[in-house]
């Protein structure tokens, strides 16, 4: 199963050697918040539907851990993406992160699997 680029919100690396960080962070959308035909009532519009994302972190080459968000909206992952930007991680694209990390689109693919069994 190869996941659609699309899918991929963000996907950050930390590489500091002093510090002897190799970690990657990211988050994948499942389902993506959105408005739908019955989000009006009486003229007022309602927060849109959240979305399911799954949040992957982990050592570069090691198990990848995750985190299913059921309830949160994609302003609220946004949120996670610039909390990690501020604490050092850098946006890579996934081209390249695959070739710093050859195995990461088969450690997501196969960690996003186990989420959506467990769904």
Known sequence: MRLNKKKIMWVGWH???????DAVWGAVTIRPSGYQDNNYCSGFAVYPPPGVYIVFWGRRGKTLRTKLHT???SWDMISLASKKKRDGYIKIDV???NDVYPEFE???DWAVVEVKLSM
């Open 15 to 21: 590489h500091d050697l002093k510090e002897n960080k």
């Open 71 to 73: 309830d949160k909206q």
């Open 95 to 97: 081209g390249k992160l």
């Open 106 to 108: 088969e450690d997501l």
